[in-house]
Each structure stands twice: as C-alpha cells, then as structure tokens.
C-alpha cells in the first residue's frame, strides 16, 4: 500500500533539495491568506467551529483581538468580524462547544465568552470572567461525558494551578461557566511540594488529564471527582543531551494509547510516549527531521503544537511550518506534507512563524495561523492510497468441517501478504499466512479448527515497507452438535432434513447448476424431489453462514 509511494515522495524531497535546497511545500496548495499590514503586534493560536448548518469558521487570536472567518468555500473567505480583548496579548487560546467561543489569554482578559449563534453574519462578546484568575496559558474543553472547560497556568492565587468549570449541568453554565475547583496539583495528598506542577498545555478525555508540566514532565492525572484529584501515572521526564526537555503540549491517538509530545527548550525534538498502561508512561520514540538539515545543517527547529487525526500528525513547526506526518504506524512516523508559512526560510531563529494548525474540519480543510503572517486556509492532498477491503467474510464449510475466510481487495499494489488472526483466550494470534499477488483480487483461508461457539476472526494487512492495518472483525457461530443433518444419504429423491435454524436451501448437480431452491424452517422436514438419478448437493444458508450436505438419487 505505501512502499511504492512513500519512494517516490522520499525522492521528491531529496530532488526539491538538489534543486534549491528546499520547496515551500509538499502535497498541500494555499487556499487563502489573510494578513492586515494595520493589525498590531503578532498572531497568535487557531482554532475551528463548524455551525449546525455545516459551515466552516477558522479563529484566530491576534494581539488585540480575535477574529473570524468563514471559510466554507476556500475559494471566497469571508472576514466575520473581529472582536477585541482588553489590552494587547501575544498568547490567546480558544475552544468552542455548541454556539459559544471560550478564548482565554495572557493579558489580563480572564476568560471571554463569545455567542456564536448569529454566524455567519456576526459573533458577538457576551461575558468576561475575571473572579477566579485574570491571565491563563492554555484552555481545554472535555465534552466526551459531561462538559467541562479546564484552564491551566493560571493566576489568582493559583500558583500557575488548575480551574475546572462546569458547562452542561446547567443551561446558564454555557455562557456563564460555574467553577467547580480551582487548586494547585502540588498541594494535593501525597504529592511532593518540591515538584513546581506548572501545566503549560492539557489533553483531557474522559475525565483524565494528560498533562505537559513543563520542566517537570509529563504526567496523568485522574480528574472526574474533582475533589479528589490525583495522579494515576509516573512523571516522565524526557530526556535531551544538554538539558532536560520542556514538555510543552501533546495530543493522543484515539486510543489514547500513545502521546505525541512537542518540547521547546533543548534539543527541541518529538517524543512518542507509550501510555497503554497509564500507571506507567514509557518513552517510546524520538522524531526529529528538520527541513532545513540537507540544506546547511540547521537542525534546531521547534515543534510547537501537535494535534492527531485519524491517522495524521499534525505538528505547527514554527519555521519549519505545517508539517504533517503519517502514523499508521504509531511508532514510526515518516512526513507526507508541509506547508511553509514563513517563505524564505534559511535559519531557525526562535519561536515565531507558525503558531497553531487545526486539522479537524470536516471539509478536510487546515487553518494554520503565523506570527507575522496571518491565517492560512490550506488543502492537503494525501500521497498515500490505502489498501481498500471490499468485503471480508466468513461461512462454515460443511464438507470439509472449517470456517472459511473469503475477502476481496483493491488499490494494493503494495501488499506483502496477509496474516489471518483468531481471537483466542490470551487475544488475537496469528493461525496462517496468505501471500499477495498483484494478480489476485479474491482470498481464501480455511480454518480447520473449528470451536463451538463465537469463533472470531480479523486480518493483518502487511506492507512491504512492514507497516500494516487491521480490517474490521467477523465472527461465526458454530454449533457441532447442531449441523445440518440429512438421511438417508442415499434415497429416491425423498428424504429428511434436521436444520439448527431457519434456513433457505438450494438443490445442486454434480454440474453445478441449481436446479431448485426453497425455504426451510429449523428442525426436521421432509424434501420430495422430482430429479434424475445422480449425484446432488444440499446448500442450506442461514445467518449461520453457508453448510453444505450430500446426498445420492438412485432410480
């Protein structure tokens, strides 16, 4: 599937390089640009809504304000409006659930509260919080069981701490948040007060936060009773050569099973974190390929934001731009795309250029804001074809006493084989191998082993370049003491049939043509057959799946 491709994208890097050191982007065009010569001081974070008619917004925070955008036809951007904050700011964060924006900030606005409803005509402010803190580095909306906006690196007697506000319990929380704690994790039962549990960035779902303490490390926390907050893992430090890194922020694949974590002090590399066991967070990988390497051995580009979806990772890379990698393969990411939002680049010189992307739109449409240069509305086209499976199925073979595995298959010109699995008492394992050929488009495995009961199976797709992709499971229902029954075997076209459930059935000659075909109901019933002697088969299907019975016609 992505041996062939990933080639030639490999050698399109490598020539673009040759050529002139490096291109400004790689399988992603520029849909709009907008940058207001007029606008004071930098752009700052992006982030997206979609409104209950499908519409497309991309918001982004600017030093004095935060404006939208409509940006459903990338072709014809629409500016909304603009709507200002209290003073100029060099950091805004924003998040949106149902009609109402939450944008928090490093200059004193508290938490604004904007209506979205009128969209896309205007937006409108309709309250500031500033009770509880005034400044924040980061917010973050959890919605996968109850509402909840989390605000981290706060003030107001926070010690750079934690405030958790309820948005669902009440119709007035939406617009009017309802604190449910604000704390420091340092001062909780059992923690070391030595330990400074800064949170700089937060990942929250179902009510566990990954957090990115900074020079501290990595940790999760438990937070679905808020009055009993505690740490469910180790705190990791990521290692670097000169000093320990800054963890930054991170996302999560689906599973939650690995973390993609962005540093910004350091050697300023990826790190892919293993979190299948949340009491102990393992360092798995570090990814590290600056753009700018083969040209004059820059190497200290800064990962800034990661954002992970469906199997892409989405890095804002400051001067190395929109970098999007592909991890299929969790553990080995390989970059598919960029777009560089600071043209020109021959030097990595601190944090500016791009800040944010948002990747979750879906249109398929990305935002990416930059410092100096505005919001950038981009199309990604994906170099990599997935292998498509068709069909994957699975019916008992009465004959020969197996389940039978049949699957169809298209756009695979980089298969390796196919590794049939059969869940078993300690998970999957793997019971046999099809070889792929470019010339077949149908396979089959036969499973001799047939237990009673749910027999459960998937298959492993592998790629040439070793990466590979799960289909989705089937399962079979088989019953040994409840086949199809048919007697006497032998007879003058008349005989019994015992089925285990309702089934139809099909009469066949020995030259495979279907000569008759019925309805059965379970249990025993008589067939009376008018047919020239002979021999014939029974096909009898159910949800089951397909048996097959013989029988023999004398004169």
Request: glycine fraction near 6%.
């Amino acid at each position: 599937m992505r041996l062939l491709i990933l080639f030639t994208l490999l050698w399109t890097i490598g020539s673009s390089v040759s050529a002139q050191c490096i291109e400004d982007s790689l399988n992603m065009e520029l849909k709009f640009q907008y940058d207001d010569p007029n606008q004071p001081g930098i752009y700052n974070d992006v982030w997206g809504y979609v409104d209950q008619d499908g519409r497309e917004y991309a918001i982004i925070g600017a030093s004095d304000s935060i404006l939208i955008f409509d940006i459903t036809d990338t072709d014809n951007v629409v500016k909304v409006g603009a709507e200002h904050g209290d003073g100029a700011c060099s950091w805004r964060d924003m998040k949106t659930w149902r009609n109402t924006l939450y944008a928090g900030s490093e200059c004193g606005d508290g938490l604004l509260i904007f209506d979205l409803s009128d969209l896309p005509n205007s937006f409108s402010r309709v309250n500031q919080l500033t009770a509880d803190f005034t400044r924040s580095h980061n917010i973050y909306l959890d919605s996968t069981n109850m509402a909840r906006l989390y605000v981290v690196g706060a003030n107001g007697g926070l010690g750079e701490g934690m405030a958790i506000y309820d948005l669902e319990s009440d119709p007035t929380y939406e617009t009017e948040p309802f604190l449910l704690k604000k704390l420091r994790l340092d001062t909780l039962p059992g923690e070391a007060t030595e330990v400074t549990y800064y949170i700089h960035d937060i990942f929250v779902k179902n009510d566990t936060a990954y957090c990115s303490h900074g020079n501290a490390g990595y940790a999760i926390w438990d937070v679905s009773d808020v009055e009993n907050i505690h740490r469910i893992s180790n705190l990791l430090e990521l290692p670097s050569p000169d000093l320990a890194s800054y963890v930054h922020s991170s996302w999560n694949t689906a599973d939650d099973a690995y973390a993609y974590v962005a540093t910004e002090v350091g050697v300023r590399q990826m790190y892919i974190l293993d979190q299948s066991n949340k009491a102990n967070v393992l360092l798995d990988t570090i990814w590290k390929e600056p753009l700018l390497d083969p040209c004059n051995g820059e190497t200290s580009n800064v990962p800034h934001n990661p954002y992970v979806h469906n199997d892409l990772l989405y890095i804002s890379y400051y001067q190395d731009g929109v970098n999007i990698l592909d991890i299929s393969d969790r553990r080995k990411p390989f970059r598919i795309g960029f777009y560089e939002t600071e043209r020109n680049n021959t030097a990595y010189n601190g944090t500016t250029a791009n800040w944010g992307v948002y990747p979750f739109f879906p249109s398929g449409t990305i935002i990416g804001s930059d410092t100096n240069n505005g919001l950038f509305v981009l199309e990604f086209t994906n170099p990599i074809v997935p292998l498509e499976l068709l069909s994957f199925t699975a019916h008992f073979d009465v004959r020969n006493n197996a389940n039978v595995l049949e699957w169809e298959i298209a756009n695979s010109l980089n298969v390796a084989e196919f590794i049939v699995e059969k869940l078993q008492q300690n998970g999957f394992e793997e019971i046999g191998r099809i070889e792929f050929t470019d010339k077949d488009a149908f396979y089959e495995f036969k499973d001799h082993d047939v237990k009673n009961g749910h027999n459960v199976y998937r298959l492993k797709i592998v790629d040439l370049d070793a990466t590979f992709e799960y289909s989705e499971v089937v399962q079979l229902y088989n019953e040994s003491d409840h086949k199809v029954s048919i007697y006497p075997s032998v007879n003058q076209g008349q005989f019994t049939v015992e089925l285990p459930l309702e089934s139809t059935y099909s009469i066949i000659n020995f030259a495979g043509k279907y000569i008759e075909k019925g309805h059965l109901s379970s249990g025993k019933q008589e067939l009376q057959l008018s047919v020239p002697a002979g021999h014939y088969l029974l096909k009898i299907e159910s949800i089951q799946g397909i048996s097959f019975a013989r029988f023999l016609v004398l004169d």
